[in-house]
Nanobody, 126 residues
Framework: QVQLVESGGGLVQAGGSLRLSCAAS????????KAWLRQAPGKEREFVAV????????YYADSVKGRFTITGDNAKNTVYLQMTSLKPEDTAVYYC???????????????????WGQGTQVTVSS
């Protein structure tokens, strides 16, 4: 069974930092690009960051560029999201996901991901 397990969420003050982790079971997503997406209350799920499995290239949403960093450990089949300078508007449930896709900009659309974790809550207080 496909399983992605996120950890590292929590409550932090504005300006603080958190590091999220997502471990994929077995060979799940081992040849997939891995990403983080988030969903705030009352809003649509949105793309945050992606790391391409073949090239290691990374892409970020404009709202997090310069503050968040996505990294991956292929040996551990794990992806991380280092979040710094957190803002109240970063409050959301953060999901990791993976996909075997190609082409320009596919990663921006949540519907293009094949597997999802259960999500971890990140709350940033002002």
């Amino acid at each position: 069974q496909v399983q992605l397990v996120e950890s590292g969420g929590g409550l932090v003050q504005a300006g603080g930092s958190l590091r999220l982790s997502c471990a994929a079971s077995g060979r799940t997503c081992s040849l997939h690009s891995k990403a983080w997406l988030r969903q705030a209350p009352g809003k649509e799920r949105e793309f945050v960051a992606v790391i391409m499995w073949s090239s290691g290239r990374t892409y970020y949403a404009d709202s997090v560029k310069g503050r968040f960093t996505i990294t991956g450990d292929n040996a551990k089949n794990t992806v991380y999201l280092q979040m710094t300078s957190l803002k109240p508007e970063d409050t959301a449930v953060y999901y990791c996901a993976c996909a075997a896709r190609s082409g320009d900009g596919w990663y921006m659309e949540p519907r293009n991901y094949d597997y999802w974790g259960q999500g971890t809550q990140v709350t940033v207080s002002s």
